[in-house]
């Protein structure tokens, strides 16, 4: 692979007006084609074989108009402008009603003042419900925000959108984060190559290849129901991954410049030795990601399939846009140095390739490394510790940002209607034909048993389907959707309130709807996540055994990332769960772990970590072939590397942490956790566990069984064996 990279990077240095030209193609093309479809999200809840699932299953077949995408327009009276009922109040309702059901895609608009319990019963509070003849997969943010728009256009009163409509309406935005992350990018990048020129390049290729990447994701959403928060997780990774990548290459491409060597030859080189780490390091990240697949979770899945798409772009932007772009600029890469404090090596194209302050780290850890490793050991378990009380569940419209239109419709449905109105939960029922009257006795038994549960503000009559073999109930809890109290009472509905109200009649009953789906998708990834952990553990151990001829390295690897997460766990469940710190990061109350976080977090903080151990390794492993000195080994390793590897984490820190200020509480999650996993990676295991555990095992580190040194394929992370020239190109 190492040769077919080198050949590549000569050929667009050589060509680059061509592949820049490509590029500029691909990528208007592709968001042209991304802005002429437009964005659509949906969170899909399916789950086979779950009660949630069955429920679902009937909406589908009997009730084939509750599929369709709808949400509340909420109304409240303004303080002394009388009741919202006063005939002031119901022309304007009306009006506003009468311009939403005129937008494209309305099926109908339910009036609050004739149906049964939509006013509150203080008359301050109205909502109608706005049906679409849409499914919420095909529900485009910009539909959404024009129905949101309409919505507004009186200001007589408060008005807010919520459900399906509002979250779409409300789909997290990134701009500001970004923007952070990147200013942040700027100064750490501008510190380790000292020149402008080098400094916006990574920027540059990253920036390029996010938004091709995302113009695919947003193309994708057309095909397969990508998750709410699928373009912001994308964006976060993406942009993390390519500055990083380009990073890692403008680095070894400024060494051999350094050293004297042509411009296509040193970008042949570059692309054939940190390349190969690149593509090695982005194929198991890709295929963490991918993994995912088999929690056979299909919000779950869609994750894993955007993310690992900006992945896949983002290293091909390394290894094809970045060497056209050093092509097209020569030995120029080094222009416009600025006056900031810049420390001599191998980053300036100077000295011995060393950083001399990591070398004595280095040294200072392999002189005593057991103090250093209970050190950090003690660290990791202490941050992990939280873990053990972890809990997962979802954050409800209540957590969404303040001002929000959906946040405001969460807001005055459960000051006007209780907490339960903003997740009912659907309790679906598959009727015996054979006796009409019989089932319906039973059915009305069963919404009487329903409606005495406790924790239940009601249940409404049961509503039949036109083929009279199936019903819904309508049960709305007394607690919030988010609720541990809610997830309870599902459990109890289906355990035993349902069983004893059915028990001989014939009748089959699942409990369904939005807020029952997310209680599913918790059991279902608490089912799961084991399995897909030990996968990538599996398929991680593989890839580190073939590159670095080792069983000892990939368990000690594996290991480290696992407490490295563990930590990031920690973190996570203390501050959002605990509510420790959470003041400072813009949260006011405490919140469940969403259940896919972890899942998630799991799989891409594992495939981040082992592009550093990737890099590390491959520098030690160097040295170790070069004197066969296992702990000298580990020492120059570590002092050629800890720089640029330290740069790189500062780097996906900084995007990481930058996404705690976006007001999605998901996002925060995410953001939060992943910093912290990269923070601790890079530090406590990249400068204390790893280092000192490599010298205590010492050459124990490179056994591998002569017999199965036999049989496995070799493969060169940074391609060493690569051609030095390539002939006839």
Known sequence: MAGLLE??????????????????????????????????TSDDLSLPGTGSQDAADIFASQFPEQQNASGPVVFEAREGAGPITSKAHRDAIAATLKRIGEEPHVASVSDPFSTPGAVSGDRRIAYATVTLDLEPPALTRDLAEDLV?????????????????????SAPDTEGSEVIGLAAAVIILLLTFGTVVAMGLPILTALLGLAAGLALVTVLGHVIAVPTIGPTLATMIGLGVGIDYALFLITRHRAHLAEGMGVEEAIGRTVGTSGSAVVFAGGTVIIALLSLALARI???????????????????????????????????????????????????????????????????????????????LALLLVLAAPTLGLRLGEADDGTAPKGSDQRIAYDLLARGFGEGTNGPLIVAVRLDSANAATSQQALDKLATELGKAPGVAAASPPIPSKSGTAALITVTPTTAPGDHATENLVSRLRDSVIPQATAGTGLHAYVGGETAGYVDLADEISDRLPQVILTVIALSFLLLMLAFRSLVLPLKAAAMNLLSIGAAYGVVTAVFQEGWGASLIGLEETIPIVSFVPLMMFAILFGLSM?????????????????????????????????????????????????????????????????????????????????????????????LPPWLDRHLPHLDVEGRAAPSTAAGD
């Open 298 to 376: 299909p919000i779950v899945a869609a994750l894993g399939y955007t993310s690992a798409i900006v992945v896949a772009v983002a290293v091909l932007a390394a290894i094809t846009l970045l060497p056209a772009v050093l092509g097209l600029l020569g030995r120029r890469v080094n222009a416009l140095r600025v006056p900031l404090p810049h420390r001599r090596g191998a980053h300036s194209g100077h000295g011995d390739g060393r950083s001399h302050g990591w070398a004595r780290w280095a040294e200072t850890v392999a002189r005593r490394p057991w103090p250093w490793l209970v050190a950090g």
């Open 149 to 169: 728009r309409t919505a507004h256009e009186d200001d007589s009163m408060r008005v807010a959108v919520g459900g399906v409509i509002g979250d779409q309406a």
């Open 611 to 703: 592009d550093y151990e990737v890099f590390l390794l491959s520098q030690v492993q160097e040295h170790w072939r070069a004197e066969g000195d296992a702990r000298r080994a580990v020492v120059e390793g570590l002092a050629s590397t800890g720089r640029v590897i330290t740069a790189a984490a500062c780097i996906m820190v900084c995007v990481f942490g930058s996404f705690v200020l976006n007001d999605n509480a998901t996002i925060k999650q995410f953001g939060l956790g992943m910093a912290v996993a990269v923070a601790v990676d890079a530090t406590v295991v990249r400068c204390l566990l790893v280092p000192s555990v490599m010298v205590l095992l010492g050459r124990a580190s490179w056994w």
């Open 7 to 40: 050949r590549l990077g000569r050929f667009c240095a050589r060509h680059r007006l061509a592949v820049l030209g490509v590029w500029a193609l691909a990528l208007v093309g592709l968001i042209l084609a991304a802005s002429s479809l437009g964005t659509r």
